[in-house]
């Protein structure tokens, strides 16, 4: 779904491209994991041991750089693609060269094809087990047929559910992470920030912050309907978009295609955890993470 979004039709059905797409961004969390503990006139070696001297990288570039060579209102592109969007947005056009647009595509790629599927694996757990939240659901989708996307974005106890659901199942216990360029003291008598380290905020402490979310280790789906705040709102309370000007540009796009898979998957079928027994997370470093095993049984509702 997202590489149709970013590349269009005709590169989704390519197998070798698609296997590429899946195999970058596994490469560059191994390699950042590898690098903690390489010294770092070994990185270079590591780095091509890890990725196959850069193989899905490679193979990415090797399909999309001929395609932004192309006129840019090519229908290949097509219109409504991120790289047509990207390239609208900054009007020197020296700037894009094919390179650069392939290269900054990759850059985004990476930001958009592990977050949203990982907090839908979280929602759709949580739904799993939450029968009565998925009935009051249907009855606010209705006719999944007659929305569109301002309709979808509009389900305000969807939004609700999806926030709740990312709340209680953070993937990073940590957010807004900054490098100090310079030595830094924070002006309300923080930690002193030596320069070249990182400073950054407890999201886990955030989103469980009594003063902000009344009897915050309890699931309640509706919590942000009565609050009227939405799931894309950035704010200081619920950081899972970073901050200020670096805050994700990605997540109006991330909430509607969450969104448009769990319409889908609520009006559809009935579904459950096939073990409720098995864990379905697992721990690294800061981050929560779903297991590749756990297995969902859906049933067509009209079956
Ligand atoms: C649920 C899904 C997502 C979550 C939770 C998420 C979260 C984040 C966070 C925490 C940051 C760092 C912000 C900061 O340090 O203040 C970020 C940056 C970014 N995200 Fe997302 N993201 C998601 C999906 C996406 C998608 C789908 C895209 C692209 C279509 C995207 C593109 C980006 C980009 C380009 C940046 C870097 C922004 C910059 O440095 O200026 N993200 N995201």
């Known amino acids: 779904m997202m590489a149709l979004a970013f590349f269009g039709p005709e590169l989704v059905n390519n197998e070798e491209f698609c296997q590429a797409l899946l195999d970058h961004p596994q490469d560059m969390v191994k390699s950042m994991g590898a690098f903690q503990i390489t010294p ?41 693609c991120i790289a047509q969007s990207m390239v609208e947005l900054n009007p020197d056009p020296s700037y894009w060269t094919p390179a650069m647009l392939a290269q900054a ?64 199942n953070s993937l990073d216990a940590l957010a807004i992470r900054r490098k100090a360029l310079r030595p830094f003291t924070f002006s309300h008598g923080g930690p002193h920030v030596k320069e070249g380290e990182l400073a950054c905020v407890s999201l886990y402490d955030a989103m469980h912050d009594e003063g902000t979310y009344s009897n915050p280790n309890h699931f309640d789906g509706w919590r942000f309907v009565k609050t009227a705040s939405r799931f894309t709102d950035v704010s200081e309370k619920y950081p899972v978009w970073g901050f200020g000007s670096l805050a994700c540009p990605g997540r109006f796009h991330a909430s509607l295609m ?28 800061p981050f929560t993470m779903p297991f590749e095993s756990t297995r969902v049984q859906f049933r067509r509702r009209d079956i």
């Open 40 to 80: 770092k006139f070994l990185a270079p070696f590591v780095h091509a041991i890890i990725t196959k001297g850069g193989k899905a990288m490679h193979t990415m570039l090797r399909y999309t750089t001929p395609l932004f060579s192309q006129d840019k209102t090519n229908p290949v592109l097509g219109k409504h």
């Open 105 to 168: 595509i990759l850059g985004i790629w990476f930001a958009a094809a592990h977050q949203p599927w990982m907090n839908l694996d979280f929602i759709t757990l949580e739904l799993s087990r939450r029968p009565d939240y998925v009935q009051e659901l249907l009855r606010e989708i209705g006719d999944p047929s007659l929305l569109n996307y301002s309709d979808v974005e509009g389900l305000s106890r969807l939004d609700s559910f999806v926030k709740e659901a990312v709340r209680t």
């Open 258 to 285: 969450i969104k448009m898979v769990l319409v889908h998957l609520i009006s559809g079928f009935d579904f459950r955890i096939e073990d409720e027994k098995v864990a379905t997370q697992w721990k690294w470093e």
